[in-house]
């Protein structure tokens, strides 16, 4: 499998381009920014792009989504739950002192249990609200577990909840009954910054007490 993140934009978005070496299908999760270095990872692997797949609806995870539909004819999914920040994408530009076009095109809406599939492989979505009301991790399970965690959990740390529709309770709920419930050999390839695993966060989160208390509620 090909997998390829780079960090993208002002905000440093972990941009994700996933493809499959044989039928070279693929698929980039929260395309940020910057669509020509985008373009250069497609096009140096070859890949007929299937899908452009968002984590969450904030600016940074989302301004090059509709230059890579037009391109590439690619379908462009969100969960539901995030439409107001996809349609609020000027909006959301403006408070950060940004310009940005029209957010273009939704193709459909990411649910729980959701499957993404390119070549042989698939992406497993996980509802995580919190970060956002329609915040979304995606998982692949096989040959070893891969976690897309958006801005929901980071290394030793987790996504803020004091933008529109965010909530801590939530967020905290998402990682405890959704996250660490899964292998802790998973790796987890956050939103911004480096990667880490389910084991690290389970066991060096600053966040784990708040992240347990709540989980007892």
């Not at 609020?88 to 729980?112: I, N, T, W, Y």
Request: hydrophobic share 35%.
């Amino acid at each position: 499998m090909i997998l390829e993140s780079f960090p993208v934009g002002p905000l440093k978005c972990n941009c994700v381009v996933l493809g499959d070496e044989t039928t070279r299908e693929g698929i980039v999760i929260d395309p940020g920014d910057e669509p020509e270095t985008i373009d250069e990872v497609l096009d140096h692997h070859k890949l007929s792009l299937k899908f452009v797949v968002h984590t969450h609806g904030h600016i940074d995870h989302i301004l090059a989504a509709d230059h890579l539909r037009k391109r590439t004819g690619a379908r462009v999914l969100i969960h539901e739950g995030d439409m107001f920040l996809w349609q609020g994408l000027q909006m959301q530009a403006s408070f950060v002192g940004m310009r940005a076009d029209a957010p273009g095109q939704v193709d459909g809406h990411l649910k729980e249990g959701d499957s993404i599939r390119f070549g042989p492989h698939e992406l497993k979505v996980i509802e995580t609200p919190g970060h956002t009301p329609g915040s979304v991790c995606l998982l692949i399970e096989k040959p070893t577990p891969i976690l897309f965690s958006g801005d929901t959990i980071f290394l030793r740390g987790i996504g803020r909840t004091d933008l529109w529709g965010g909530s801590y309770p939530h967020i905290l709920r998402s990682i405890h009954d959704r996250l660490f419930t899964l292998g802790e050999e998973t790796l987890v390839h956050p939103g911004h910054g480096p990667l880490t695993t389910i084991r690290d966060e389970k066991h060096g989160n600053p966040f784990l007490d708040d992240i347990v208390r709540v989980s007892r509620v």
